[in-house]
């Protein structure tokens, strides 16, 4: 019996994956205790750990994705040495009364590998986004220049709240190298990335659906294409996006399934068309088995799964970590990578109806989703991660 704690945060995308995993390790007989805030805890608990709330903090879903919806990277770093600040305290006491033999914690966190470090305690990161390109050439990001001048009014408070914590903890990096890396991935999607090594273990789709939030299931037609529309939980208040999905599709002779999510007024998006299934949120799982086509953000969760089930893609990337994976997509023959909000620009109807006619003629797309689906279904997902994790603690 391993007792192991977890240490994640209020983001779904990161959420998700994890708690296969959580779950598949409480089966096996090890003690799991899950560490979020208290919105999560009905799904922590439905995956059979014990849970405990952080204290309150200026992280929460909405914080998250206030700083996520500006495209700025440096907003949301800023907002986790700020949350690291209050928890860290906080959490050094949790860890010496839980006396974990493991401490696995979301690769976001800087509060999980400062703790462990003064302790020497095993770690395991579960990474849950595209690892980062190693160069910025390489990334070939559409306004990469102006974003990087956007980024400089943030700079001192960032670093500031860096410095407070350098004084605190000695010396750190955002990016740990630290201990095992469990990556919900294949090495197929991730092979320019920054410097890989042997504790990076590519463990595929995470995937339980009993650990998922239940939502209601749709009525898919039989002998109609079907389109899933998604731009998931964080980058979903794009009614102009909505508005071109209705332009471009409103005619079209193939189901419409679109989740808007929780921060989009469905009434105020104005007409529907009748092709169209519009709500705040499907259970993707169930979709995507169905879909002949997604048109996604290009969130790492969003790509794989639907990779896993040989669903081709359209790519609307918001931020850079998405462009990775929409690069990548693209590179695979899987999918088409439209560039427009990242660009900060409006997605064109005729662009949007372009690509799903390019993927629904051409079965080549399919054909490619299907051979990165038989790559991704040969890894071991949560089962994987679990056993990597017993293996890692010998």
């Not at 079907?226 to 071109?244: C, E, K, M, N, Q």
């Not at 079209?252 to 104005?270: K, M, N, S």
Request: proline share 8%.
């Amino acid at each position: 019996m391993i007792r192991i704690v977890y240490f994640g945060i209020p983001a779904y995308g990161h959420v998700n994956p994890a708690l296969p995993v959580l779950r598949e390790l409480s089966r096996r007989g090890h003690v799991v205790t899950a560490y979020n805030t208290e919105d999560f805890r009905p799904h922590f608990e439905r995956a059979g750990t014990a849970f405990h709330p952080y204290p309150t903090t200026g992280m929460t879903p909405e914080t998250i994705t206030a700083s996520l919806q500006q495209g700025q990277i440096v907003r949301f770093l800023a907002l986790l040495l700020r949350t690291t600040e209050v928890l860290l305290p906080w959490i050094e006491t949790e860890l010496a009364r839980q006396q974990p033999d493991l401490v696995a914690f979301d690769s976001t966190t800087v509060w999980g590998p400062i703790a462990c470090a003064p302790h020497g305690l095993p770690s395991a990161s579960l990474v849950a986004h595209f690892l980062p390109a190693q160069t910025l050439k390489e990334l070939r990001m559409p306004g990469a220049i102006p974003r990087i001048l956007r980024l400089l009014p943030l700079i001192p408070a960032f670093a500031l709240s860096y410095v407070r914590l350098a004084r605190r903890c000695g010396r750190f990096s955002l990016s740990t190298r630290r201990g095992l890396h469990i990556v919900f991935s294949s090495r197929e999607l991730q092979p320019n990335a920054a410097p890989i090594d042997s504790s990076f273990r590519f463990v595929g789709p995470s995937l339980n659906p009993s650990t998922r939030r239940r939502d209601s299931a749709v009525a898919v037609p039989v002998g109609q294409p079907v389109a899933y529309i998604s731009l998931g939980t964080i980058h979903g208040a794009r009614p102009d996006f909505y508005s071109a999905c209705f332009d471009a599709f409103g005619q079209y002779p193939a189901r419409f399934i679109l989740t808007v999510g929780t921060q989009t007024d469905i009434e105020g998006l104005g007409a529907v068309p009748d092709n169209f299934v519009v709500r705040q949120s499907f259970p993707q799982l169930d979709v995507l088995q169905r879909a002949n086509v997604f048109f996604t953000h290009g969130g790492a969760n969003s790509v794989i799964e639907a990779l896993y089930y040989g669903v081709p893609l359209v790519v609307i990337p918001c931020t850079p970590e998405q462009w990775i994976g929409a690069r990548r997509v693209e590179a695979l023959g899987a999918g088409i990578l439209l560039e427009g909000l990242l660009a900060r620009r409006r997605v064109r109807a005729a662009d949007l109806r372009q690509a799903l006619d390019a993927i629904l003629s051409n079965p080549r797309f399919r054909e490619a989703a299907e051979r990165v689906a038989g790559a991704l279904r040969a890894t071991g997902g949560n089962r994987q991660a679990a056993d990597e994790m017993e293996t890692y603690l010998g």
